[in-house]
């Protein structure tokens, strides 16, 4: 605690000034929170309260960029090299080794944002998002006035070490100076971003989100200690995330069956397969809409789909059969009757 600051709650005192008191107060409950003296800082949000109990941080300070996100159990199914990229944050965040921002990069539906979620329930910490939607302004130099607002209510949570910060989509307010169609005004938000951000300690632990990697200004980039690149997927880690999803599904329709076999198949047809967070929308889309009288009905939805996708009317059931589909399989998918798939296979029939 600082000299400046005792002084201020004496001269707010004196002056009646309870709100500027109380927001005196609260900076040096942050201080020692931020020095991990929790049961001081505790004890000061307490007397600060109108009732004998601990306020809640986000109700105190009546956040206004910043959203709270909860963190729950959801399946989060990753390719080998980037759980290992994972693993590596969480051990380096545990061990305090001064890395503190991340950038994950990479397609959407890949997991990014689903990762920083998962980071936050593993350490026990609490997330909270950047709302672009406060950030963004279209009057000029307001955007700017905006983020110097967000870090300045980044500083003020209490116990800042028991927080990560998410900006997802950060291209929103940092994309290439040099490229941009609007130097002028994209320079200044960059810019003020930056400075924002150099003034940060090394206690606040950022992460950020992008499609649009590339794009991103590159003085930016080398403020990230260290970025993830979520386009690491093989064919087979997409079908093997696949079938993850569809098994945390199934439970939840009770008159469908699982085929794995079929399932892997049926995936296999596709040239390229979506990443996860589309596949998610495919496989309960083809679930829910699926006939509750007819258990696989959802994977000839999945074929169909396949078919779209891969702007295909249909697959003739003779390549089908070359593929390795049993005539029931292709029944399945079909719906065409398993008389009716041999003829065609045997070439009986013009169908």
């Given at each position: 605690?600082?000299?400046?600051?005792?002084?201020?709650?004496?001269?707010?005192?004196?002056?009646?000034?309870?709100?500027?008191?109380?927001?005196?107060?609260?900076?040096?409950?942050?201080?020692?929170?931020?020095?991990?003296?929790?049961?001081?800082?505790?004890?000061?949000?307490?007397?600060?309260?109108?009732?004998?109990?601990?306020?809640?941080?986000?109700?105190?300070?009546?956040?206004?960029?910043?959203?709270?996100?909860?963190?729950?159990?959801?399946?989060?199914?990753?390719?080998?090299?980037?759980?290992?990229?994972?693993?590596?944050?969480?051990?380096?965040?545990?061990?305090?080794?001064?890395?503190?921002?991340?950038?994950?990069?990479?397609?959407?539906?890949?997991?990014?944002?689903?990762?920083?979620?998962?980071?936050?329930?593993?350490?026990?910490?609490?997330?909270?998002?950047?709302?672009?939607?406060?950030i963004i302004d279209s009057?000029?130099?307001?955007?700017?006035?905006?983020?110097?607002?967000?870090?300045n209510e980044i500083k003020?949570?209490?116990?800042?070490?028991?927080?990560?910060?998410?900006?997802?989509?950060?291209?929103?307010?940092?994309?290439?100076?040099?490229?941009?169609?609007?130097?002028?005004?994209?320079?200044?938000?960059?810019?003020?971003?930056?400075?924002?951000?150099?003034?940060?300690?090394?206690?606040?632990?950022?992460?950020?989100?992008?499609?649009?990697?590339?794009?991103?200004?590159?003085?930016?980039?080398?403020?990230?200690?260290?970025?993830?690149?979520?386009?690491?997927?093989?064919?087979?880690?997409?079908?093997?995330?696949?079938?993850?999803?569809?098994?945390?599904?199934?439970?939840?329709?009770?008159?469908?069956?699982?085929?794995?076999?079929?399932?892997?198949?049926v995936m296999n047809l596709?040239?390229?397969?979506?990443?996860?967070?589309?596949?998610?929308?495919?496989?309960?889309?083809?679930?829910?809409?699926?006939?509750?009288?007819?258990?696989?009905?959802?994977?000839?939805?999945?074929?169909?789909?396949?078919?779209?996708?891969?702007?295909?009317?249909?697959?003739?059931?003779?390549?089908?059969?070359?593929?390795?589909?049993?005539?029931?399989?292709?029944?399945?998918?079909?719906?065409?009757?398993?008389?009716?798939?041999?003829?065609?296979?045997?070439?009986?029939?013009?169908?």
């Amino acid at each position: 605690m600082k000299k400046k600051n005792v002084i201020n709650l004496i001269r707010y005192h004196q002056e009646n000034n309870d709100s500027a008191f109380r927001a005196e107060a609260m900076i040096i409950a942050k201080e020692f929170y931020d020095d991990n003296d929790n049961q001081l800082g505790d004890y000061i949000m307490t007397l600060l309260s109108d009732s004998n109990y601990f306020i809640p941080q986000e109700v105190v300070y009546n956040l206004k960029y910043l959203k709270k996100v909860s963190c729950d159990n959801t399946i989060l199914p990753l390719p080998k090299a980037i759980t290992n990229d994972v693993k590596g944050i969480i051990n380096s965040l545990k061990e305090h080794n001064f890395i503190n921002k991340f950038i994950f990069e990479g397609p959407p539906g890949t997991g990014k944002t689903e990762t920083v979620k998962h980071i936050s329930r593993i350490l026990n910490k609490i997330l909270y998002v950047v709302d672009f939607n406060y950030i963004i302004d279209s009057k000029l130099g307001q955007t700017q006035k905006n983020i110097g607002e967000l870090f300045n209510e980044i500083k003020m949570i209490p116990n800042i070490n028991n927080c990560l910060i998410l900006f997802d989509e950060i291209d929103a307010i940092a994309l290439d100076r040099i490229n941009s169609n609007d130097l002028r005004e994209m320079g200044r938000v960059t810019t003020a971003f930056l400075k924002e951000l150099d003034e940060l300690g090394d206690n606040v632990v950022i992460f950020a989100t992008t499609n649009l990697y590339k794009n991103i200004d590159k003085a930016l980039k080398r403020r990230f200690d260290a970025v993830i690149s979520f386009s690491r997927y093989s064919k087979e880690e997409l079908i093997e995330t696949s079938e993850m999803i569809l098994d945390s599904m199934l439970p939840k329709f009770k008159k469908v069956t699982k085929n794995s076999k079929l399932f892997r198949k049926v995936m296999n047809l596709y040239k390229n397969v979506p990443y996860p967070g589309e596949m998610k929308n495919i496989l309960r889309t083809s679930l829910a809409f699926s006939d509750p009288d007819y258990e696989y009905d959802y994977l000839k939805r999945i074929y169909e789909t396949i078919l779209l996708q891969e702007n295909v009317e249909q697959i003739d059931i003779s390549k089908l059969s070359f593929l390795g589909f049993s005539t029931r399989e292709i029944e399945i998918l079909t719906g065409k009757s398993k008389s009716t798939v041999s003829r065609i296979i045997n070439g009986d029939a013009n169908e």
